[in-house]
């Protein structure tokens, strides 16, 4: 029983990895964009939705009291809106001056989720956060089977529309100017507009899932939206297979299960005085994993089915 | 007697499409031999592959008879193989006199300065301001500054892609004269051309190339009137004239 | 304001621009921005206090374990702080032969080789974490005392120090850079790898010397912000996007640019601390590197992007 609950709250969370996985193909595995602020993307989110729908507060801005519904749109629409600026500034430039803004603004909200304290509740965040179904929120097995059934859905529906969209025209040319943008540009495609668009979809679905993932928490707090995250997301999106929808998710089942396992080991392991400490292994599980899958199978485990990336290929030797 | 041969020679950027494709022949010490076809026909390749800077896919390469298939480019030059680039065969953001600096350190240390010396005579041009950026100056004189890099080693082969391209034909009479006087002095040339009267006019034998694979192989002379080398080259015959 | 500001501002900035130095050398000969440059900093720190740790029982058992004039630190921090740095230069070397160089040879992509170091860096951080644990150490217990330098700033010896070092780090490398063959070899591999082989360098050789000057100038950095404030796992991690922004401010490759756009961080930091408040210091750097980006995306001496 208590298993059962554990396991559909573990899956409920696999599924939001799942969906910040789905927008970050978008952008690396269609586009070819590195961002490393997917952290941040997914915070504005969370609080944008916070913001919409908790109860007003009298020490906070806001508390709009807006269905939920409507905070994870206007969470989609903020993250689009961050990525559109964040975008327009760096994808003109070299690929590598996208990854450090991405990594700045990254460092620049999360200090600002820590010291806006009217609008994001401080290092404390805010809690209460209303969720979904809590009208059954006393039944834990069902409340939990309501919640990833609702996850699922999310991720099946994203993913249908994101398959659609990479058949579509725009999919194809999207994936001939990462192939070669000289050809593209040949053919009178704007290559920086459709990446812009790419990067700001990518952004968006993650902003919706950083509203998701916080109306099912319950919280929000800046310790949640630590480089860690980007980092976690990105171990699930290379290990799966970058460029297939289907690797995004299922990276992320396989990496949250990998994270989770090595958490609960290490608690077993180590006594607690030592758990902290011992917990920075996990990390280091993961770096090194994400770096082996570049050496040794940079396609992932699913990898893309056209062609695989010419960003991993055999080109020009040096 | 042969300083640089090759055989079964493959190359290219990937593996599974090979642009040169199965290429053999020798060359002679002291012969000055050009490499001829249609564009797209692999002759660039194939030189920046024998200079190390493409990679090669299969065959051998022998330079005075040692094995070098696989040698970096930077061990190739400190052997004696010089290699002269089509563009960007000069470093810009270096002044003329670095660039022939860094060229003199695969001589011994007391004839660097005057090896920079003899080419700075050789090509006076040069030597009006060697401390200015070489970015600074002009389509011929980089030219002349990529050839005496090269030259400054004094390679026993040197390998040249398209030394005429984009020079006016003045320029290019000039060049040449260079390439027929270094002949002269006994430097085995191997020179990609597709200024087909020019090149003609120099080397002693030619090696056509078509699609990746050698077409022709023979002395110059038989070449001139051929009806295959005709047919090979009508589009750029035009395109010379037109210039 | 007080113009203790400027003094606070050219020491923190010290630290950035010798670490930034070391971030555009790898950038520009490398050709990838290295997410791993801000951990060199934390274990240079780390491996330097380790040693110093053994050889200040020796030293003092030796009698010459005292501070040296008015500094807070004996002759064992010197003496640590060579062989952290060459350690540090072990460590980097490693890397680039197991991951870097690998990744190099199968060319991949610049953004693939990015990733890696992202990845390396997170790993390396937390094997810091994991062996030091995340509390705060030092490398002085001595307490110093802040002395009046004019204008009515005050700095103690130790700062001081740090921007005597850095200045001669920084002229030393630049004669190294702008005279020496070594320094001709790098620039021309830093224009054009390809050509650099045409022109018979070894550019695997050149790439192991960035190596060796970006690590050990790491390792100084680290040991000077350790020194002045303390060492942490994720000092580096803090310092990456100053680093990147001192960097990119200054133009990337040009040594003299990054030496200046840390100190315009650290500068803009201080004035920050002072106007605005502490809590934002660390979003300084990002707010410099939009405003390059916007402005002038190839720096103040960059040549282009």
Known sequence: MEYLAYGAFFLTLAMTYSIICLGLNVQWGQT???????????????????????????????????????????????SGLISFFVGALTIRMRSDYLAITTFGIAIALQLCFQNLEPLTGG???????????????????????????????????????????????????????????TAAQSLGKNP?????????????????????????????????????????????????GSGNNKGAIFGAVLVWAIWALSGSLISELFPPDQQARAASLQIVIIGVMLCLILLWRPQGVLPERQSI?????????? | MT?????????????????????????????????LGPNGAGKST???????????????????????TGVPSYALAKRGLGFVPQTENIFAQLTIRENL???????????????????????????????????????????????ARALLTDPPVLMLDEPSAGLSPKLVGQVFETLARVHAAGVTLILVEQNVRAALGLASRALVLVDGELAHDGPTDALQDSTTLGRLFLGNRTREVAR | MS???LIDGLIAGATIGLGAIGLTLTYSILRFANFTHGDFLAWGAYLTLTVSGFLGGLLAGLGIGEPIGPFSFGWGLPLSLLAGAGLTIVLTLILDKILFGQLRRRGADTIIIVMASFGASMALRSVLEFIYTANPQYLTRELQIAQPVGFGMRATPDQLLTIAVTALLVLALHLVVTRSSTGRSMRAVSENPSLAGVYGIDVQRVIRVTWVIGAGLACVAGVMSGLLVQIRPYMGFDLLLPLFAAAILGGVGSIPGALLGGLIIGLAEAFTVQIVGAEWRAGVAFVVLVLVLIIRPTGLFGRTV
């Open chain 2, 101 to 147: 600096q860094i060229a003199s350190e695969l001589v011994e240390k007391r004839r660097r300065a005057g090896q920079i010396d003899k080419m700075f005579d050789m090509f006076p041009d040069l030597k009006l301001r060697p401390n200015d950026l070489a970015g600074t100056l002009s389509g011929g004189q980089r030219q002349m500054l990529a050839a």
């Open chain 1, 32 to 78: 070819g964009l590195f961002n490393v602020g997917v952290a941040a993307f997914v915070g504005i989110g969370a609080y944008t939705s916070v913001l919409l729908t908790t109860p007003e507060t009298a020490d906070r801005v806001g508390g709009f009291d807006l269905p939920i519904a409507v905070g994870w749109i206007g969470a989609a629409l903020m």
């Open chain 2, 3 to 35: 300083a640089l041969a090759v055989k079964g020679f493959q190359a290219g950027y990937d593996p599974d499409l090979p642009i040169v494709k199965g290429v053999s022949f020798a060359v002679k010490k002291g012969e000055a031999v050009t490499v």
């Open chain 1, 192 to 240: 920086t507009s459709l990446r812009l668009q790419a990067f700001v979809l990518g952004g968006a679905i993650m902003g919706l899932a950083g509203a998701v993932q916080a109306h099912f928490i319950g919280f929000v707090a800046p310790a949640n939206y630590l480089p860690m995250m980007t980092f976690q997301v990105w171990a699930m999106l290379i290990v799966g």
């Open chain 3, 3 to 5: 113009p203790q500001v």
């Open chain 1, 123 to 181: 290092v404390f965040g805010v809690g209460f956060i209303p969720r979904a179904f809590s009208g059954i929120q006393d039944d834990a097995l069902l409340f939990n089977y309501a919640n990833l059934g609702l996850a699922t859905l999310l991720v099946v529906a994203i993913y249908v529309v994101l398959e659609h969209l990479a058949r579509s025209p725009w999919g194809r040319v999207l994936r001939a100017v990462r192939e070669d943008e």
């Open chain 2, 46 to 68: 194939l030189i920046k592959a024998i200079a190390g800077q493409v990679a090669c896919l299969g065959g051998q390469v022998t330079l005075g008879g040692d094995d070098i």
């Open chain 1, 309 to 318: 990336s010419k960003h991993l290929g055999q080109r020009n030797e040096t």
